[in-house]
């Protein structure tokens, strides 16, 4: 992979020429783009302009890595040179604010929040990484109108969840929580009644994805029949068999298990209504997020034997730390958890393997190099994919123009109108509701050329954030 810093037109002299020319320092921070602007004119141009103009190296760039991010996403990132901070916990809100005002990158995890009120006061952040599948924990509306792009790994944990799941339908079937925990205590309970194989048991799965689709085909090669339920047709693996309604599914499996994203309409799919239907004597597995089960409801149907047995792996509210937080932050429904039979309560470690978190570490990480040092989006979650080949020390007089701006009419007439005055190797543009996002190669630039670019792009209305990597 080529890095920004390999497309430099000239070492910093380049910045310190077009710096001294507008009478401004040269100071490395927010070196390499412009801030988002609601207005979008020109008073603040010349000052973006010394900011922007300095060739983009590696070294500048500030990055934060909370939640103890994998060794092999750390190690990628400071091999490319950039200034990387590493905490092993997420932050409280307002320290977060201090911490993520002079960064341009941060990695999190599931913990932390970036919410509209944390990325206002990001002045220098241009993309997220969030080294997990999900992303409900960033604004990502707010991200995406400021120009700050979100990257995740979709992929990458998808096995280790599902083995979770298997290796809990197993423990649940055989009611193994409740036999070791006698053992502890010193009691010798050999039993078999309600203790049943999986082989011939059905699984219906919710949520057809990636873990879904996994966990059926090492569910059938166990021998169990599989059904799932997804809002989409999709296509089965092996002999699993979709059903039209969530009740079809909760009517004919003994095992339940749930793989849906937070949203709106996953929010207590599982409640008292949905555990009526189930099966008598069935089981529940959720570990997709902890919104989508209702807990009150689940304590309730497992004390009346409706469900045999449930493994719960997230939560409604979850702690920021490793620690004693059965008496606050998890809530008081905990105790009511702990209280049942049969029941297997892990801290959200469906993805917490050492392959998925090293395979994480090395997907979002790839990704944020490439948007960092060459402005490829593919992969994003909240911006238009666009992507260009990479400039290389062949094309040493090559720029990599990026204009994120509003999607309205008249904008790419306008842009063309000012890269149509340079020579334009390459360019694509993409749009995606309310944001989109062009890349376009200039050759021959040099100051004159760079500046003017960036000031005229800068003076457009549309704009949100301007990038010259050079």
């Given at each position: 992979m080529s890095s920004a810093r390999d497309i430099r037109v000239s070492p910093s002299e380049l910045a310190n020429q077009v710096s001294s020319s507008l009478g401004l320092s040269t100071s490395p921070i927010a070196s390499f783009h412009s801030q988002p602007s609601s207005h979008g004119g020109v008073s603040r141009a010349a000052t973006a302009a010394a900011k922007h103009l300095k060739p983009f190296a590696t070294e500048d760039i500030k990055i934060l890595l909370l939640e103890n991010v994998n060794q092999t996403g750390r190690e990628i990132l400071s091999k490319q040179g950039y200034q990387v901070e590493f905490l092993k916990s997420s932050l409280p809100e307002d320290q977060l604010i201090e911490k993520i005002r002079d960064v341009h990158v941060i990695g999190i995890r599931s913990k932390t929040k970036l919410t509209a009120r944390v990325l206002k006061e990001a002045k220098n952040l241009i993309v997220v990484g969030c080294f997990c599948i999900g992303t409900n924990q960033v604004d990502l509306q707010y991200a995406a109108q400021h120009g700050i792009a979100v990257f995740n790994s979709p992929f990458s944990n998808s096995r280790s969840v599902a083995e979770l799941v298997i290796s809990e339908i197993i423990a649940?079937?055989?009611?193994?929580?409740?036999?070791?925990?006698?053992?502890?205590?010193?009691?010798?309970?050999?039993?078999?009644?309600?203790?049943?194989?999986?082989?011939?048991?059905?699984?219906?799965?919710?949520?057809?994805?990636?873990?879904?689709?996994?966990?059926?085909?090492?569910?059938?090669?166990?021998?169990?029949?599989?059904?799932?339920?997804?809002?989409?047709?999709?296509?089965?693996?092996?002999?699993?068999?979709?059903?039209?309604?969530?009740?079809?599914?909760?009517?004919?499996?003994?095992?339940?298990?749930?793989?849906?994203?937070?949203?709106?309409?996953?929010?207590?799919?599982?409640?008292?209504?949905?555990?009526?239907?189930?099966?008598?004597?069935?089981?529940?597995?959720?570990?997709?997020?902890?919104?989508?089960?209702?807990i009150p409801a689940l304590v309730l149907a497992m004390r009346s034997g409706k469900i045999a047995g449930a493994a719960i792996d997230v939560y409604p509210n979850e702690p920021a730390g490793n620690g004693d937080y059965f008496n606050n932050e998890l809530g008081s429904f905990i105790n009511d958890l702990r209280s049942l039979k049969n029941i297997i309560l892990t801290p959200h470690i469906g993805g917490s393997t050492e392959e998925a978190q090293s395979a994480i570490g090395i997907e979002v990480a790839e990704a944020l190099v490439r948007y960092v040092n060459e402005g490829t989006t593919l992969g994003a979650v909240n911006l238009p994919e666009v992507n260009l080949r990479s400039l290389t020390m062949e094309e040493p007089d090559h720029a990599r123009v990026i204009y994120i701006h509003h999607n309205i009419p008249g904008v790419l007439r306008k842009v063309n109108e000012i890269l149509g005055d340079h020579n334009v190797d390459k360019q694509m543009t993409d749009s995606r509701g309310d944001v989109a996002y062009l890349m376009a190669d200039v050759s021959n630039v040099n100051t004159a050329t760079i500046k003017d670019l960036y000031e005229r792009l800068e003076s457009l209305s549309s704009r949100i954030m301007t990038r010259i990597l050079y």
């Open positions: 649940l079937a055989r009611q193994l929580g409740d036999r070791s925990n006698e053992m502890h205590q010193g009691t010798w309970n050999k039993v078999s009644s309600k203790c049943w194989e999986i082989r011939g048991k059905t699984l219906g799965i919710i949520g057809y994805g990636h873990i879904g689709s996994q966990l059926s085909v090492l569910a059938e090669a166990m021998g169990m029949s599989v059904i799932y339920y997804d809002v989409v047709n999709l296509m089965a693996m092996g002999t699993a068999r979709q059903v039209p309604t969530l009740e079809a599914l909760l009517r004919s499996a003994d095992f339940v298990t749930c793989h849906v994203p937070e949203l709106p309409e996953t929010k207590n799919m599982i409640g008292a209504q949905q555990f009526e239907q189930m099966k008598e004597g069935s089981y529940l597995i959720n570990a997709s997020r902890g919104s989508v089960v209702d």
